[in-house]
């Protein structure tokens, strides 16, 4: 299946993309918002994914913009940085995809998914701890917090209990075959497979996916312009209420202590302009047509002066 960008006319308005503007695709993936961007204004894109796989696929598009588009191997935590990296300063908007890129659910290798059977694997970077090492080595309550935790599943310490007794376990299928028989057949009536949270849940632990939004958010608004843009569309509550409190904490008069940015505490004046008071959904037609955009949810923001 080929990656179906969520929302891009939504984006595309909220970032309000302009001739000789420069704009940074955080979340890469594959490429369909920064083709976007590319298509809507004369402008420049730094594109960064920590998948190296999407990086090689990114190589076309990069000879297809010649001189409009620069890729960059990393995290989006350390856009700031790989900004910097690539000769830029401050950029016009910023654009944060949460989801996870259709080439890495689609591939069983990668191990995100168990529609197909393939190595429990998990990471996006393809380095680091996989997920069938931290449920083959972490301890019962650990496993048990994760899930809980990230996937928001009620039954996590019967999931947990059910892991330190089966393990090792390498495979999706395998580890997605066990939340099933664990949680019943009763679970298995319901539109969503049972092991949907705890496979969120171990993939949201491997990335650090919210230890990384929360950077990510803090270095965005160290890297944009006065009235810069700043757009994240995020896919489950976690992520969303994240980027909510931080843009309202960040839009008052005078900002509180914040667990989020402590290194932006303390200024006089509001950091953002919310660009709605509600976050933006998709519409009936896309959710036709692209499923995986049900649970997405847009909000934006306009940096102010600081």
Same mark, same amino acid.
């Not at 970032?15 to 961007?37: E, K, M, N, Q, W």
């Not at 197909?116 to 996006?124: A, E, K």
């Given at each position: 299946?080929?990656?179906?960008?969520? +929302?891009? /006319?939504?984006?595309?308005?909220?970032?309000?993309?302009?001739?000789?503007?420069?704009?940074?695709? *955080?979340?890469?993936?594959?490429?369909?918002?920064?083709?976007?961007?590319? @298509?809507?204004?004369?402008?420049?894109?730094?594109? !960064?994914?920590?998948?190296?796989?999407? !990086?090689?696929?990114?190589?076309? +598009?990069?000879?297809?913009? *010649?001189?409009?588009?620069?890729?960059?191997?990393? =995290?989006?935590?350390?856009?700031?940085?790989?900004?910097?990296? /690539?000769?830029?300063?401050?950029?016009?908007?910023?654009? +944060?995809?949460?989801?996870?890129?259709?080439?890495?659910?689609?591939?069983?290798?990668?191990?995100? $998914?168990?529609?197909?059977?393939?190595?429990?694997?998990?990471?996006? $970077?393809?380095?680091?701890? $996989?997920? =069938?090492?931290?449920?083959?080595?972490?301890? @019962?309550?650990?496993? $048990?917090?994760?899930? /809980?935790?990230?996937?928001?599943?009620?039954?996590?310490?019967? !999931?947990?209990?059910?892991?330190?007794?089966?393990?090792?376990?390498?495979?999706?299928?395998?580890?997605?075959?066990?939340?099933?028989?664990?949680?019943?057949?009763? /679970?298995?009536?319901?539109?969503?497979?049972?092991?949907?949270?705890?496979?969120?849940?171990?993939?949201?632990?491997?990335?650090?996916?919210?230890?990384?939004?929360?950077?990510?958010?803090?270095?965005?608004?160290?890297?944009?312009?006065?009235?810069?843009?700043?757009?994240?569309?995020?896919?489950?509550?976690?992520?969303?209420?994240?980027?909510?409190?931080?843009?309202?904490?960040?839009?008052?008069?005078?900002?509180?202590?914040?667990?989020?940015?402590?290194?932006?505490?303390?200024?006089?004046?509001?950091?953002?302009? +919310?660009?709605?008071?509600?976050?933006?959904?998709?519409?009936?037609? @896309?959710?036709?047509?692209?499923?995986?955009?049900?649970? =997405?949810?847009?909000? =934006?923001?306009?940096?102010?002066?600081?």
């Amino acid at each position: 299946m080929s990656h179906v960008p969520v +929302l891009i /006319a939504e984006v595309l308005e909220a970032l309000s993309p302009h001739d000789g503007g420069h704009y940074v695709d *955080a979340t890469f993936g594959g490429g369909g918002y920064t083709r976007a961007i590319l @298509e809507a204004a004369k402008c420049r894109v730094l594109g !960064i994914d920590r998948d190296p796989a999407a !990086i090689a696929r990114g190589q076309a +598009l990069v000879e297809a913009y *010649a001189g409009r588009l620069t890729l960059a191997h990393g =995290a989006f935590s350390d856009m700031d940085e790989l900004l910097a990296m /690539a000769g830029v300063s401050r950029t016009d908007g910023v654009v +944060l995809d949460l989801g996870v890129s259709s080439f890495q659910f689609d591939e069983p290798d990668r191990g995100f $998914s168990f529609r197909f059977d393939g190595p429990l694997d998990m990471r996006m $970077s393809a380095e680091g701890m $996989s997920a =069938a090492d931290f449920i083959n080595t972490a301890e @019962e309550r650990e496993i $048990s917090d994760v899930i /809980a935790h990230h996937g928001e599943e009620r039954q996590a310490r019967r !999931i947990a209990k059910a892991i330190v007794k089966a393990r090792p376990i390498h495979r999706t299928l395998e580890l997605a075959k066990l939340v099933a028989d664990t949680l019943g057949p009763a /679970a298995l009536r319901h539109p969503i497979h049972p092991a949907t949270r705890t496979f969120q849940a171990l993939r949201i632990h491997v990335n650090d996916e919210l230890g990384e939004l929360t950077r990510a958010l803090e270095a965005a608004t160290t890297i944009l312009l006065p009235h810069g843009r700043l757009v994240v569309v995020s896919f489950h509550s976690l992520e969303d209420r994240i980027v909510k409190r931080f843009l309202t904490e960040f839009g008052k008069e005078t900002p509180q202590p914040s667990r989020h940015a402590p290194g932006l505490v303390g200024a006089a004046k509001p950091q953002y302009r +919310l660009l709605g008071s509600k976050p933006v959904g998709p519409s009936d037609g @896309e959710i036709a047509t692209n499923p995986r955009s049900r649970s =997405a949810k847009l909000r =934006a923001a306009e940096r102010l002066a600081a």
